[in-house]
């Protein structure tokens, strides 16, 4: 089972009639069940400015309008479901480490809580938090645990629009957690998604989640991803002493320079695939999910 759905029994409560994928640049979406291919809804400049910190829908009459026009109007019929896929930026994602992790859920979230505390840029007590425990390896010391942390009032406005038309959010989650399940392969991987000014660098290792950094550029340019790809890549070979075996790009166009990411860190380029279509900087969260939904024999695009 992948980290995805290992995270559902926190959020998800029934099978969803639509999936959604927000950035500042629009709505992709899907009707995972439906077979009509995953789309994209532009929205206004400024609809969407996306912050750890203060209030990421300026624009909430754009974002509800571009809402109804790809769901219709509520209907008052039995309640839809739907999954909402937040930018990596709005949240907080980490991997903590624990000599020991307590078995009784209401001690697991005080302890994650309080590891949080002092890492994330927000109150932490009025967050909305998920943790998951991951399995020990063979002859690991301790536990790792996955929290993903955001706002409270961010994420209710996120899913405000979702509300007015009659969608219940049922399943929350971050575009860079939905979009590892189109990662595959072992060795270490650092999987870096480039969406306009945010730059999300994640390490896996055989599937497992080593860390997350999400990074606002002053500018995307070569030199200044480069200034965080470098010490990701020092850090895989600090802690886990072995280089990565692979870069994987998403939303870095073309790929006419991957040739210059390959000589400069000295690692294997590769461009994140989908069985949906080719990921982009507005939809790999989105593909990500309705992937994960095929092992399960639910139809899809």
């Given at each position: ?37 995953p ?104 536990v ?46 650092v ?20 860390l997350?950094?999400c ?23 600090d ?63």
């Open positions: 089972m992948s980290v995805l759905h290992k995270f559902g029994h926190l959020f998800q409560d029934a099978a969803p009639e639509f999936a959604f994928e927000l950035t500042e640049e629009g709505i992709a979406y899907s009707r995972p069940a439906s077979g009509v291919p789309a994209f809804q532009p929205l206004d400049e400024g609809t969407l400015v996306v912050s750890p910190l203060s209030d990421n829908v300026h624009k909430p009459e754009i974002l509800a309008e571009r809402v109804r026009a790809i769901t219709g109007p509520a209907t008052g019929r039995r309640r839809r479901c739907a999954v909402v896929i937040l930018p990596d930026f709005c949240s907080r994602v980490a991997v903590l480490g624990f000599d020991s992790f307590p078995a009784n859920p209401d001690e697991q979230k005080s302890l994650v809580r309080f590891r949080m505390k002092k890492s994330v840029p927000f109150d932490i007590e009025s967050a909305v938090v998920g943790h998951y425990p991951l399995a020990a390896r063979t002859g690991q010391k301790g790792n645990v996955i929290v993903v942390a955001a706002s409270r009032d961010i994420v209710a406005r996120y899913e405000a629009p979702f509300r007015a038309v009659g969608l219940h959010p049922g399943f929350v989650t971050t575009a860079a957690l939905a979009s590892l399940e189109l990662l595959r392969g072992a060795g270490i991987s999987v870096a998604r480039l969406t306009g000014r945010l730059l999300t660098v994640s390490v896996v290792n055989a599937g497992e989640l080593k997350v950094r990074v606002e550029l002053a500018a995307p340019s070569h030199d200044e991803i480069l200034g965080v790809l470098f010490p990701t890549m020092a850090y895989i070979e802690e886990m002493a072995v280089k990565a075996s692979r870069l994987v790009l998403c939303g870095f166009g073309d790929g006419s320079d991957d040739s210059s990411w390959h000589v400069e860190l000295d690692v294997p380029v590769e461009h994140l695939q989908s069985r949906f279509g080719v990921p982009d900087r507005h939809n790999a969260g989105l593909l990500g999910y309705v992937q994960s939904l095929a092992p399960a024999g639910v139809k899809v695009a």
